[in-house]
């Protein structure tokens, strides 16, 4: 059987999925058995063609942009018609890093199901969802994804975005659910399969750059609602906006800071990146420009 890892990426992101890939081949025991893919934004013309048009995401029409750090999202349903609907896949965001053995999750029994995925843990206001952040896909039973067909729905009014990320258009009994050391949401620990850094404001190669995202906003309240929100805090009074808010901040943990620069540093010592490149995305703000220094720290 075909295996192989596909990770997202546009040119914010790039540099972490080749530090994703290095981390899947560094720490499987059959590193030849996958082979691996950076899924670039670039490389797809039909997200480039709907720049500046609007499209459905949950009650509201956004404007499509290339801007956005998650730009790549839409081509994480485009591995099984690359595969020619055969094999398996997985596929990763750029900032999931794999600390376990990704072999065993190709090679693991699916009871049947089309596709396989964590559960994304409830936050304030948001329910817990499926996240296709990490996915292992049967791509013979996958062949009703067509990601350029589905991105067109989506301007269309036809699909909408959120829907089709959280995996809510998959029949529930198509859908198997892994367990959640396998899409480990900013937490590391020996049970760990695959980190991933999903809290953006904290990625450990951002410190400190300024924020290339888009904020989410939170749904409007209603009048009543406003109101309420008003005594709570006192009426009348203001909360102005923290500086702090519009750059990177340290990642709370700092052995998933380590953890990174740790394989990028192995990387700068086989060749697989160069010290030229590193800065050059430093300089594009791509990446922390203490970058090299904290790799040189690791190498002393």
């Given at each position: 059987?075909?295996?192989?890892?596909?990770?997202?990426?546009?040119?914010?992101?790039?540099?972490?999925?080749?530090?994703?890939?290095?981390?899947?081949?560094?720490?499987?025991?059959?590193?030849?058995?996958?082979?691996?893919?950076?899924?670039?934004?670039?490389?797809?013309?039909?997200?480039?063609?709907?720049?500046?048009?609007?499209?459905?995401?949950?009650?509201?029409?956004?404007?499509?942009?290339?801007?956005?750090?998650?730009?790549?999202?839409?081509?994480?349903?485009?591995?099984?018609?690359?595969?020619?609907?055969?094999?398996?896949?997985?596929?990763?965001?750029?900032?999931?890093f794999a600390v376990g053995d990704i072999?065993?999750?190709?090679?693991?029994?699916?009871?049947?199901?089309?596709?396989?995925?964590?559960?994304?843990?409830?936050?304030?206001?948001?329910?817990?969802?499926?996240?296709?952040?990490?996915?292992?896909?049967?791509?013979?039973?996958?062949?009703?994804?067509?990601?350029?067909?589905?991105?067109?729905?989506?301007?269309?009014?036809?699909?909408?975005?959120?829907?089709?990320?959280?995996?809510?258009?998959?029949?529930?009994?198509?859908?198997?659910?892994?367990?959640?050391?396998?899409?480990?949401?900013?937490?590391?620990?020996?049970?760990?399969?695959?980190?991933?850094?999903?809290?953006?404001?904290?990625?450990?190669?951002?410190?400190?750059?300024?924020?290339?995202?888009?904020?989410?906003?939170?749904?409007?309240?209603?009048?009543?609602?406003?109101?309420?929100?008003?005594?709570?805090?006192?009426?009348?009074?203001?909360?102005?906006?923290?500086?702090?808010?519009?750059?990177?901040?340290?990642?709370?943990?700092?052995?998933?800071?380590?953890?990174?620069?740790?394989?990028?540093?192995?990387?700068?010592?086989?060749?697989?990146?160069?010290?030229?490149?590193?800065?050059?995305?430093?300089?594009?703000?791509?990446?922390?420009?203490?970058?090299?220094?904290?790799?040189?720290?690791?190498?002393?």
């Open positions: 059987m075909q295996y192989k890892l596909f990770i997202q990426s546009n040119d914010e992101q790039y540099l972490g999925a080749l530090v994703a890939g290095y981390a899947a081949k560094r720490n499987s025991r059959q590193p030849d058995a996958f082979d691996v893919q950076v899924m670039h934004f670039k490389d797809y013309p039909w997200l480039h063609n709907r720049i500046g048009q609007k499209f459905l995401r949950g009650l509201e029409h956004r404007v499509w942009t290339d801007a956005d750090l998650q730009s790549f999202t839409p081509v994480r349903f485009t591995p099984p018609k690359d595969m020619g609907y055969q094999g398996r896949a997985i596929v990763i965001d750029p900032d999931c072999m065993e999750l190709f090679t693991r029994d699916m009871k049947g199901a089309a596709l396989m995925c964590c559960m994304r843990p409830a936050l304030k206001e948001m329910p817990p969802y499926r996240a296709s952040s990490v996915m292992l896909l049967e791509n013979a039973k996958l062949t009703h994804w067509d990601a350029e067909r589905t991105f067109g729905e989506l301007f269309e009014f036809k699909k909408d975005y959120l829907k089709w990320i959280k995996l809510e258009y998959e029949a529930d009994s198509t859908v198997g659910i892994l367990e959640p050391e396998w899409n480990d949401f900013d937490h590391l620990t020996p049970a760990t399969k695959i980190l991933h850094t999903t809290y953006r404001r904290t990625q450990p190669w951002k410190t400190g750059l300024p924020i290339d995202f888009s904020i989410r906003e939170k749904p409007k309240k209603s009048f009543a609602g406003n109101i309420v929100k008003a005594i709570k805090r006192g009426i009348g009074a203001s909360r102005p906006r923290a500086v702090k808010d519009g750059f990177y901040q340290p990642h709370p943990d700092p052995n998933q800071e380590r953890l990174f620069f740790g394989l990028l540093n192995e990387m700068l010592d086989k060749g697989i990146v160069d010290v030229a490149m590193v800065e050059r995305e430093m300089a594009l703000n791509h990446v922390r420009h203490d970058a090299l220094d904290l790799c040189r720290k690791l190498a002393a």
